[in-house]
């Protein structure tokens, strides 16, 4: 069975520049969700979705980020236009409906150098 | 709010020896509480979790987590340390059934030295 894949795996773009990374989970998976680390920080929450509905969006840091989940399969996280501060490594996962208290299963993450 | 506090950020141990990596959390229910891995070029990869039982859960490649509720722990351990395992480690909270996503700490780098 597949695992969680982003694309891309890396990223090199400057300031002002638009990027899109793209996740796919696994097949089934309901959840899908957005993470972010930047250097040696932790890793922050973005959002959530249940299929293709925003389920939680609270981690999203301002309205330069857009996610979408289109027909509930993969998603995609544009970033327009970035700035120096959206640096980092950007997870994404997935997990089955309605377990609460199942893992969440990590891609190996898209890392975004913004020069 | 929920939080998860990793106070080391490098663990160096040898080889054989036992290894321990700490975190401690903050909810305010009752904790879902799970330990990653993450390998050079790799994503993070589940080892364990505690949601309701015995403190001691066991997980992957031997590693194990106690989960102590009075001193809100729950630290990662191994008795004997591999080369193979130095890796980054993340802890991370759920607050309870009713919460959707996962607050990891800072991570703790582990140096296993042959």
């Known amino acids: 069975e597949a695992g969680v894949t982003q694309f891309p795996s890396h990223s090199v773009i400057e300031k002002g520049q638009t990027v899109t990374l793209r996740c796919d989970p696994i097949?089934?998976?309901?959840?899908l969700y957005w993470y972010r680390r930047v250097m040696g920080k932790e890793i922050k929450f973005l959002l959530h979705?249940?299929?293709?509905?925003?389920?939680?969006e609270s981690g999203m840091p301002n309205n330069r980020f857009l996610a979408e989940r289109t027909g509930g399969t993969y998603s995609t996280l544009k970033v327009q236009p970035a700035e120096l501060e959206d640096s980092g490594v950007y997870f994404c996962?997935?997990?089955?409906?309605?377990?609460?208290?199942?893992?969440?299963?990590f891609g190996e993450g898209s890392r975004l150098t913004v020069l | 709010a929920q939080s998860v506090a990793q106070p080391e950020d490098q663990v160096n141990v040898a080889e054989g020896n036992p290894l321990t990596v700490k975190c401690t959390y903050s909810?305010?229910?009752?904790?879902?509480l799970f330990w990653y891995v993450q390998y050079p070029n790799r994503g993070l990869q589940f080892l364990l979790k505690?949601?309701?039982?015995?403190?001691l859960v066991k997980g992957s490649y031997g590693f194990e987590a106690e989960f102590n509720k009075s001193q809100t722990s729950f630290h990662l351990k191994k008795p004997s340390a591999l080369v193979s395992d130095s890796a980054l480690y993340f802890c991370?909270?759920?607050?309870?059934?009713?919460?959707?996503?996962?607050?990891f700490g800072t991570g703790t780098r582990l140096t296993v030295i042959p």
């Open positions: 909810v305010s229910g009752n904790p879902y």
């Open positions: 097949s089934g998976h309901d959840n």
């Open positions: 505690y949601i309701t039982g015995d403190n």
């Open positions: 996962a997935s997990s089955q409906g309605g377990r609460r208290t199942g893992e969440l299963f």
């Open positions: 991370a909270v759920r607050d309870g059934p009713g919460a959707n996503n996962l607050f």
């Open positions: 979705f249940v299929k293709e509905s925003k389920q939680d």
